[in-house]
């Protein structure tokens, strides 16, 4: 019997490609829901991070009490917790600075199509993955895709300015990347709900002083500031991050990575539908080629197959097939037991025939 059906594989890896794509259509969300929050709060781009990060732990740190889950337990989860808090506040501020000295879309542009590359490089090294030819074939299409789609920056940008923020831009590739990669591999004691609720809130907590630093941080409660913190904190925060980390267990932090990318076609879609944008012939073709590279990514990840977590049911079937391979399977336990019983019957057969008296 085989340890890891193929079955099982496909059904496991759909399961966390389903929960990756969900997640990414969310986080699409967040630029419409966090350029609505800035305009109508008057609030700079450090504060609606902040929002987002506290708004979303809070609201995840409310589901875990009120639901009587497990909160974290032993230091491994409690180190992993403060490791990810604190990448969270770096990598959220170092992309919220390069948007302020250089264009958004570059910003945009620099971290969203690093971050795959980076991880990518990472399982490579530490052999968690190999660098297929779909793998490097999705990421280069990802790249060329998100450079049509927010094409070049003005020229008014000065190279010192252009250096600094395509530097802080990478700076937030890279600590998203090193998430990805660590929130891949599971934790004894600590889920992915309490993980997520615990390292927001305190990455937004350490992010408060850099933002009150930077401008404004204290918002005007309205209707409309306020629907938009509440949708902001649930929709691409409470809602997509535990599906993300949860779709992580399932597939390899590259094809995570690469679905991420789902983000700006989201926001692209809303900005056409919600805002009235017009999309150009590049914008167009940039687009198609960033939907190829994520269909390559999900078939590339459906065709590898991922291992599913060890269950009872597992362990079991590994522990026969160690029997077997060692020669001790139940098969040959059986033999030996039915031979057993059948050498004791004959000896006692001889020794009761030697034991009777001769004939007389």
Sequence with gaps: MSPLRPS???????????????AGMLFGTGGILARLLGSTAHLPPLAVACYRLVGGGALLLAVLTVTKARWPRGSDAWRRIVAVSALTATYQACYHLSAAIIPVGLATLTTVGTIPVLVSIVEHVTGRRRLTGCVLASIG???????LMFGVPPVGVSLPT??????????SALGFAVVNVMMSRPVHGLTDLAATG????????LLVPLAAAAGRLVMQPSPGSVTAVAALATIPTAVAYPLYYAGLR?????TAAILTLLEPLTGLALSVAVLGERLGPTTVAGTCLLSVALVLAASSSSR??????????DARVGTAARRQATGTSGASRQVRSSTVPR?????????SATAQPPPP
């Design 8 to 22: 099982r594989l496909w059904r496991h890896g759909t399961a966390g490609l389903t929960r990756l794509t969900a």
């Design 162 to 171: 252009l250096l600094v923020g395509v530097g802080l831009a990478a700076c």
């Design 343 to 351: 050498r004791r019957l004959v000896r006692r057969q001889r020794d």
């Design 198 to 205: 615990i390292t927001f809130s305190l990455g937004g907590l």
């Design 304 to 313: 590898a197959g991922t291992p599913a977590p060890t269950t009872n049911h």
């Design 141 to 147: 299409l990802a790249f060329v895709g998100l450079a």
């Design 250 to 254: 399932r597939t390899s932090a590259t």
